[in-house]
């Protein structure tokens, strides 16, 4: 390997470590990775955000993709975790404001239906679904812990109880209560100020466990080079759109795969 190489590669591991000791459970790569099959921790939050004490977490996955319709957009979420109860729930957590938008939020509670009522099913058989934005910031400013999001029928004054349900959490909140320590926690990079044993021991493993912390490294230049596949599909679609060089020389320019470039030329004809 060139010398040139190995500095770029110890240069990036560097950059890397820096970056993981200041990372928090809010932060969406380091949640998706300390939450990765871990059950007791989702179910801990979980029983904090929605009260219901005796909620057991029987499945969970993260970085879970829904897209059952062909054409529609796909959205990839954060946790996706089931109950005993047969409920799904999508945990998300959200530094930018606008990244929990409210019809992102009808968005994803949409994409849980779709992926959970087959072909020929009947209606009720959906699942109660809750789609939860943990948010870095008070988004409603009103200073709330929650902020429960229920349709109501207007023309009753009633709830519509129809199974979905939105949850906001105000990731600002400290008040000495369940939440506030768990909010405290999310915002928190280093392990010794957690409140929570769950939190702390998978913050701890993912910061300072040389396992974790390579998991952590891996993801990281798995992102650099994702990004770096995008940059180099932007160039090769303008080279496409030139028309001046073949397709080869393009695969070659670029370091993407023939077939790649391909599949973007038969792209930009269809």
Not at 52 to 71: C, F, H, P, W
Not at 96 to 121: I, T
Not at 173 to 193: A, K, N, Q, V
């Amino acid at each position: 390997m060139a010398q040139a190489e190995v500095e770029r590669r110890d240069r990036e591991r560097q950059q890397d470590l820096a970056r993981l000791r200041g990372l928090r459970p809010i932060d969406d790569d380091f949640m998706r990775c300390i939450f990765r099959d871990n059950l007791p921790l989702a179910q801990l939050v979980l029983r904090i955000l929605t009260g219901k004490q005796d909620l057991t977490v029987t499945d969970l996955a993260t970085q879970k993709d829904l897209k059952r319709l062909v054409g529609a957009r796909s959205i990839c979420l954060d946790a996706y975790a089931t109950d005993s109860e047969g409920r799904k729930y999508d945990l998300e957590v959200q530094r930018a404001d606008h990244g929990a938008g409210k019809h992102r939020a009808r968005y994803h509670a949409s994409c849980m239906d779709v992926e959970n009522l087959d072909a020929g099913q009947a209606f009720d058989a959906l699942p109660d679904t809750y789609t939860i934005f943990i948010s870095e910031h008070d988004i409603f400013k009103l200073g709330k812990a929650l902020y429960p999001v229920e349709r109501v029928n207007l023309g009753t004054g009633e709830m519509f109880d129809d199974g979905e349900h939105i949850l906001y959490v105000n990731g600002q909140y400290r008040d000495d209560t369940e939440i506030g320590r768990l909010m405290h926690d999310f915002s928190c990079w280093d392990p010794d100020d957690m409140n929570y044993d769950l939190l702390r021991a998978a913050t701890r493993y993912y910061k300072e466990n040389p396992k974790g912390v390579e998991i952590m490294c891996r993801a990281f230049e798995e992102t650099r080079n994702e990004g770096a596949m995008r940059q180099a599909a932007i160039i090769a679609e303008r080279l496409i759109e030139k028309g001046q060089m073949t397709l080869e020389a393009i695969s070659e320019i670029t370091d993407l795969p023939l077939s790649k470039v391909q599949e973007l030329a038969d792209g930009r004809s269809a």
